[in-house]
């Protein structure tokens, strides 16, 4: 085994980030952890913790080194050597996913070992130290996903719906990786050819353990990469939230810091749509904005903090409501159990009608603008599709990398539908065009986009450009599909709820209870709806935010009947 090289990968910190990365306890800190932990002697070589393992906790150091390490197909990178009062642990530690570095003591010396019980039992009992330990977990991570530590490669192709596909899941779920595209690296075609890896097969994702997944499912990945707790699928939860953006996150970051046992269950990854959002400027706390992925990642790390745990790429099929506990049956075919519910599937943009258009979704159109999408983006002309303020921030963002954003809006203008000040920063780009009363015609290319029409519906003129990434925020079609025949849906398949249901609604739904339901509540007694999955909902982030820890409430009232 080769040994780390000489300079750690710590030593290209600055002074401030190396204090805040891995500070040092005092001793008083060092006297409250004792009793939550369990002292051991460590010798030099001792290995305490490996890639991959899942139970691992923290090691705070007492005496001597230990050694945090990156291994790689090249060998191990010595990342940082840990003295007397530091220690261990980034995010993982709390979700009991998989490590992601090597931990081996240095010299002999002795080490204070904190189980992930033990870890969460200071992080609930202990604010001081808690805040701590997040703030540093939180610091390390974005550390190593900054600079693709680890041990998961990604070769895929720009020109691939997959490889983008798979991109995204991955950075949304915040594990590190690092990418080879196969166009502009012609070695990494040459390397993938001697191992019979053909086009059908890209994206590749390659770990230290085989075998290398060929084209996965996000599902695979999620499994492989070890995002998901193993569930017995016999227990009955307190709670189950469907569905992981920011009304399901709240949900379960009020219930598990509550005292409930909460599973979430997310068909994608975690921040739904307003994860793909590259910046939210109107919420409440953020006067300069924050990334969608910003906002969810810390919601759903915060939500794994208090112990919510949390499956990535499950969908939900079907919901059998009759009777309690509710039994949610995933697509393949496991089936959890919970005393109450909260839906937080949101909803998905819908589509222009325009032939050949689903060809090209991932190589060249898109439902979210985020940092991946915007990388392709550079110097070229680029077209939004939509009204809303999604489309307003979609077209905002581009136009910082983009030569220039045509916005297409069926209406007259977009002071109906869209915030103030993101209006008045659309008409001070220069590099963004409003067109009005304009819909999609065609679109063109072979492999990927190359050129979209469009016409004006009051003047029939015709204009083809040269736009090779279209950004549909065009409206959206709740996910409701495993609820039909279950809940009570509005005419646009919206779950009704709260004071929605009439007398009428509740008596042709079976309603068995002499109270009315509860706000956010649904035709069934101790399911609620939350965000924009529920008819009538103010489509905002920090309206679902809100509904998802107001659900919490009317769930402990429902659990107490």
């Known amino acids: 085994m080769s040994r780390p090289p000489s300079i750690p990968i710590a030593a290209s910190l600055t002074h401030a980030q190396r204090v805040a990365l891995f500070p040092k306890l005092d001793a008083a800190a060092i006297a409250r952890l004792d009793a939550f932990g369990k002292k051991r002697a460590v010798r030099a070589g001792e290995l305490l913790s490996d890639v991959g393992d899942t139970s691992v906790g923290i090691f705070v150091v007492l005496s001597g080194q230990i050694e945090i390490l990156n291994p790689g197909r ?22 009991g996913a998989r490590s992601l570095m090597r931990v081996r003591a240095s010299s002999d010396g002795e080490v204070l070992e904190l ?25 390390r991570r974005a550390q190593i996903v900054a600079r693709s530590l680890g041990d998961v490669v990604l070769a895929g192709s720009n020109h691939s ?54 084209n996965p499912s996000n599902a695979e990945v999620a499994d492989a990469l070890g995002f998901n707790p193993v569930l017995s699928g016999k227990d009955v939860h307190d709670l189950i939230v469907v569905g992981a953006g920011p009304g399901g996150l709240a949900a379960a970051v009020y219930g598990a810091s509550e005292g409930l046992d909460v599973l979430v269950i997310e068909g994608d990854a975690p921040g739904g749509q ?18 969608g992925q910003e906002l969810t990642q810390s919601a759903y790390v915060q939500a794994e903090k208090f ?7 499950k969908r939900v099929r079907k919901l059998s409501c009759d009777a309690r506990p509710f039994t949610v049956e995933l697509d393949d075919g496991k089936r959890v159990h919970s005393r109450a519910l909260i839906i937080a599937t949101g909803a998905n943009y819908r589509r222009p009608a325009c032939a050949r258009l689903a ?96 016409r004006n519906t009051l003047t029939r003129a015709v204009e083809t450009r040269d736009v090779c990434h279209l950004f549909l925020m065009t409206g959206a079609t709740p996910n409701t599909d495993w ?69 919490v409430q009317y769930v402990h009232s429902v659990l107490a009947e």
């Not at 090249?74 to 979700?95: D, H, I, K, Y």
């Not at 969460?120 to 130290?129: A, K, N, Q």
């Not at 307003?274 to 990334?291: C, D, M, Q, T």
């Not at 112990?307 to 790429?313: E, F, I, Q, S």
Request: proline share 5%; hydrophobic share 40%.
């Open 74 to 95: 090249a060998g191990e990178a010595l990342v940082v050597s840990l003295g007397a009062g530091q220690f261990t642990g980034e995010t993982p530690m709390l979700s």
């Open 115 to 139: 189980d992930r019980a033990a870890l969460r039992r200071v992080v609930d009992s202990d604010g001081e130290l808690g805040e701590l330990f997040l703030r540093v977990f939180l610091q």
């Open 161 to 214: 719906a997959d490889t983008l596909r798979l991109r995204e899941f991955i950075t949304r779920s915040g594990h590190p990786f690092s990418y080879l595209d196969v166009d502009g690296d012609p070695s990494v075609q040459a390397l993938l050819d001697q191992f019979h890896v053909g086009v059908a097969d890209i994206p590749v994702l390659l770990r230290s353990e085989p075998p290398a997944l060929r």
């Open 274 to 291: 307003a994860g793909s959002s590259s910046r939210i400027e109107n919420y409440l706390g953020f006067p300069n904005g924050i990334s």
């Open 307 to 313: 112990g919510a745990r949390v499956l990535l790429a």
């Open 359 to 454: 060809q090209f979704i991932g190589l060249g159109v898109y439902f979210g603008a985020t940092h991946v999408e915007a990388q392709l983006c550079t110097q070229q002309e680029v077209a939004v599709v939509g009204a809303g303020n999604s489309a307003g921030q979609a077209a905002a963002f581009l136009a910082t990398r983009a030569k220039h954003v045509h916005m297409l809006v069926r209406g007259e203008g977009l002071t109906d539908s869209m915030s103030r000040y993101l209006i008045a920063r659309i008409e001070s780009s220069p590099n963004i065009t409003l067109n009005t009363h304009t819909q999609i015609e065609e679109v063109h290319g072979t492999d990927c986009l190359k050129r979209i029409t469009w």
């Open 483 to 551: 609820l039909v025949g279950c809940l009570e849906l509005d005419d646009k398949n919206f779950v009704v709820t709260g004071t929605d249901l009439t007398p009428e609604k509740l008596t042709a739904a079976g309603w068995p209870l002499a109270r009315p339901p509860y706000p956010l509540e649904t035709s069934a007694p101790g399911v609620f709806a939350v965000g924009d999955v529920r008819s009538g909902s103010v489509k905002r982030v920090a309206s679902a935010v809100g509904e998802g820890s107001v659900a």
